[in-house]
């Protein structure tokens, strides 16, 4: 029998990336609420530090901003809140996420953002030959190289990585 071919999901973040000519390609996986990063990589069959996560956060006057962070690491929040001259930077409450962004909590993707916020990336993302990131959606990740990724959205690299 063949194989269904699936339907890629026609988000936000895949009109950003069209409009941008940018050259991608699309992973559906079966999403599991909590699975993190360690599902989408296992179901890809990829290295959890090359998926991509894409997290929320505000700075200590509430002003959101994205953190972009391999699967397998955590973000130093004191070291990036120096790094970007804030007091503090702290995760956003999941329904103040999901107004700044435009996404679902576990389908945020840095692309096609509904509030215009500045996007810092761990330095050692540009590393990587290739990326795998929310595209806008539960269950759904584009890969792309990290030169698309900085070309699309303007991101600022950042050591921001828990030592």
């Not at 962070?69 to 973000?75: L, P, R, S």
């Amino acid at each position: 029998m063949a194989k269904k071919k699936l339907k890629m999901p026609v988000t936000a973040g895949v009109r950003a990336l069209r409009a941008a000519g940018a050259e991608f390609s699309p992973h559906l996986y079966a999403y599991e609420e909590r699975g993190g990063t360690s599902v989408s990589s296992a179901a890809l069959g990829v290295d959890e530090h090359a998926v991509i996560k894409t997290l929320v956060m505000e700075d200590d006057a509430g002003v959101p901003l994205v953190v972009l962070m391999h699967g397998d690491c955590e973000v130093a929040t004191g070291v990036l809140a120096r790094e970007i001259g804030v007091r503090k930077v702290t995760p956003c409450r999941p329904d103040r996420a999901e107004k700044h962004s435009g996404y679902q909590v576990g389908g945020t993707s840095p692309f096609g953002l509904r509030t215009a916020m500045p996007i810092y990336a761990e330095r050692t993302i540009a590393q990587l030959p290739l990326v795998f990131i929310n595209g806008g959606k539960r269950g759904f990740l584009v890969s792309l190289s990290p030169d698309v990724l900085v070309a699309v959205t303007g991101l600022q690299w950042v050591d921001a990585a828990q030592p």
